[in-house]
């Protein structure tokens, strides 16, 4: 048994996973379905499900069209175990037409919402001193990729 994410794009699923599958490690598109004859949803060739891996986890994107589009009500965490990994993986999803908001997220140039943070900010903004988990937490508003080092800092009381 498996949970597997179904994504919903606008025609440009194939184009989606991708560039998914070109960012993490052990990430692949596994199958693309193409429409096998004409019928009102398109004509024969058209993409309209693509299976794809990233790191392991399997994901669906469905060309259903535009009637439903991506919302920052459903976003994809990356953890990273350092400001090497947070800076690439930033960058990586916001090429091409992404846009950065705030605290770590940001939209890939699909439109999917995704959190990119050090593994080690939970020490910090839910850290055991309560003043310096404050002082963690507003720096982090104040972000818009994360900067574990400023973070690490504004808890110890040395911003």
Not at 3 to 32: C, K, M, R
Request: charged content about 20%.
């Amino acid at each position: 048994m498996a949970i597997v994410p179904n994504l919903w794009f606008d025609g440009d699923a194939e184009q989606a996973a991708t560039f998914y599958a070109s960012i993490f490690p052990d990430s692949h598109v596994d199958n693309v379905a193409r429409m096998g004859g004409d019928t009102p949803s398109g004509p024969a060739g058209v993409v309209i499900l693509v299976q794809f891996t990233l790191m392991g986890q399997r994901f669906a994107g469905i060309n259903g069209g535009p009637q439903f589009p991506f919302s920052e009500a459903i976003s994809f965490e990356v953890e990273c175990a350092s400001q090497d990994e947070v800076d690439r993986y930033w960058d990586a999803l916001l090429a091409d037409g992404g846009t950065a908001t705030q605290c770590g997220w940001l939209k890939d140039q699909f439109g999917v919402s995704w959190q990119v943070t050090p593994t080690e900010i939970g020490q910090y903004i839910a850290g055991p001193d309560p003043e310096g988990s404050r002082r963690a937490t507003e720096a982090m508003l104040g972000q818009v990729k994360l900067d574990v080092a400023a973070i690490r800092a504004a808890y110890e009381g040395r911003n």
